[in-house]
């Protein structure tokens, strides 16, 4: 009896809950058939680029084997020279100490330093820092199989703070060279170098940004910024990219506390390798000049010689009898574009012309008075002392 009651019930609400899915159905369909809210999501295919390779990032063993060989450590000394302060002159002041001739005599100290270098070439040719061996005596130069030997200095330049020194060893390991002008920012870089003596030490990161210049550290400064640590010790030593190419000779770090803050530079291989073979071949970089100043373009410039935008650079002063002068350049001239370069500011002209070997023509695309003018001047070589800005 229960039993047929309570089937009797289930019956009621089977058949009250197929009424009312009916009713529902009937008056409002869209209710009853709205489909389930989804979301598109855009991931692109696997390609080369994207797909992870076997022992790739996982491991940069293989690159560092190809060009830690090649990366040395530069010990410098050098003779200092040390006098007494001018009051030991004095012989009243000197009365004091018992007139000790010791304390005027002028007392002489060595003092060390520590770098990196690179092996460009099996003839024993290495690539560092002029700061590195800046001054030096004797230079030492110590190679990752445990030789050491003496090095001699074959050129060097301050105004690009590169180096070119030389060894005598058989069998010397050499780095390969990379391409620095087709880093992009986010490629992986290792820095690999004698960081505070400590030994070959390799750390990683990432371009942070390419053709840094206006740092004031070097006349021509087009550096490659990474985030990889480098440290004392480093200067003269290789960026390479994760192939194990050298891109970089790492030069200088930004820190308020001496040592790594993640924005450190290096002196991009396009540029270290022709001041290396302007060194090898005539003894000194070569490099054109033109004699030109120039300033970038303000918005204030641009209103007074009725420009329409600030691209180009205005010409101030130009050299008399120089090769500009003799092209027809003349201050107030707006510089656009050199050899079909557009030209943004000053130290793109600087960088620019000086690339220009002596005797080549250089094309300069100049606005006079709203006019576009095409100007051909010879290069000459640099003058030692002509200033950053011409």
Do not use: C
Not at 55 to 81: E, F, L, Q, R
Not at 231 to 257: E, H, K, R, Y
Not at 321 to 334: E, I, K, M, S
Request: aromatic share 6%; glycine share 10%; no cysteine.
């Amino acid at each position: 009896m229960r039993l047929r009651s309570l089937m009797f019930y289930l019956a009621q609400a089977i058949v009250l809950g197929l009424a009312i899915a009916f009713v529902v159905t009937y008056f409002w369909p869209d209710i009853a058939w709205r489909e389930a809210a989804t979301v598109e999501i855009h991931q692109t295919a696997p390609t080369a680029t994207t797909k992870r390779p076997a022992g790739g990032p996982a491991s940069y063993s293989a690159a560092v084997d190809k060009a830690s060989a090649a990366v040395v450590n530069i010990n410098t000394a050098k003779v200092v020279t040390v006098r007494p302060h001018p009051f030991f002159d004095d012989p009243v002041f000197r009365q004091f100490f018992g007139g000790a001739d010791n304390l005027i005599t002028p007392r002489k100290r060595v003092e060390t330093s520590l770098g990196s270098g690179v092996i460009m070439s099996d003839k024993g040719y290495i690539l560092t820092n002029h700061h590195v061996i800046q001054g030096a005596d004797a230079i030492q130069v110590s190679l990752q199989d445990g030789r050491m030997t003496q090095a001699k200095v074959v050129g060097s330049d301050p105004d690009t703070d590169v180096a070119v020194l030389k060894i005598d060893l058989k069998r010397l390991p050499v780095i390969t060279l990379g391409h620095s002008d087709d880093l992009r920012v986010g490629d992986v870089v290792l820095a690999i170098g004698n960081p505070f003596g400590v030994g070959q030490t390799v750390t990683m990161g990432i371009v942070s940004a390419t053709g840094r210049n206006k740092l004031g550290i070097n006349t021509f400064e087009n550096f490659i910024q990474t985030d990889a640590a480098i440290n004392p010790g480093n200067s003269g030593g290789a960026l390479i990219d994760a192939d194990g190419n050298l891109v970089g000779i790492n030069t200088a770090i930004f820190s308020q506390s001496g040592g790594n803050q993640g924005i450190g530079f290096a002196i991009p291989t396009s540029l270290a390798e022709n001041v290396m073979e302007d060194i090898l071949q005539h003894g000194r970089p070569l490099r054109g000049w033109l004699g030109v100043e120039a300033q970038a373009i303000t918005p204030q410039i641009a209103r007074a010689l009725e420009l329409d935008d600030t691209r180009g650079v205005v010409v101030v002063g130009v050299v008399r009898n120089g090769p500009a002068h003799r092209a027809g350049l003349q201050p107030g001239d707006v510089i656009v574009a050199i050899d079909g370069r557009k030209i943004t500011e000053a130290r793109e002209a600087l960088l620019a012309i000086s690339s220009r070997k002596p005797g080549s023509r250089v094309k300069l695309e100049v606005l006079r008075n709203g006019k576009s003018l095409t100007l051909e001047a010879t290069a000459i070589e640099r003058p030692a002392r002509a200033t950053a800005t011409e």
